[in-house]
């Protein structure tokens, strides 16, 4: 069975720092793009940052450039992200998401929804004192 699944989740202070992490199972990882993506009621799903699957960093949004991370350990079957400086408008449901590597450049990646396949159910980041 395809599956993703986010973990690292929760309520965080201001200023605080996070570690999400997306473990996959059921399909050929090693072929895949990785994206996180985060959603917060009445609003657009936004993509945030993604990996290729040779662990090489592609789109990062300017929201989040410079205060978030990506990275990724094939042997786990695992991206991570580390989301640091953490603010109140962090506040949202993350997302990671796998789309075939084919999809995309030979070396990148983007952040464009419709070309990931797969989704993880979400998990919810909480920025609040």
């Known amino acids: 069975q395809l599956q993703l699944v986010e973990s690292g989740g929760g309520l965080v202070q201001p200023g605080g720092s996070l570690r999400l992490s997306c473990e996959a199972s059921?399909?050929?990882?090693?072929?895949?793009?990785i994206g996180w993506y985060r959603q917060t009621p009445g609003k657009e799903r936004e993509g945030l940052i993604c990996i290729n699957s040779n662990g090489l960093i592609g789109i990062v949004a300017n929201s989040v450039k410079g205060r978030f991370t990506i990275s990724r350990d094939n042997a786990e079957m695992s991206v991570y992200l580390q989301i640091d400086s953490l603010n109140s408008e962090d506040t949202a449901v993350y997302y990671c998401?796998?789309?075939?590597?084919?999809?995309?450049?030979?070396?990148?990646?983007?952040?464009?929804?419709?070309?990931?396949?797969?989704w993880g159910q979400g998990i919810q980041v909480t920025v609040s004192s």
């Open positions: 998401a796998a789309g075939p590597q084919r999809r995309f450049s030979v070396i990148g990646c983007t952040i464009v929804a419709s070309l990931y396949d797969y």
């Open positions: 059921g399909f050929t990882w090693d072929d895949y793009a």
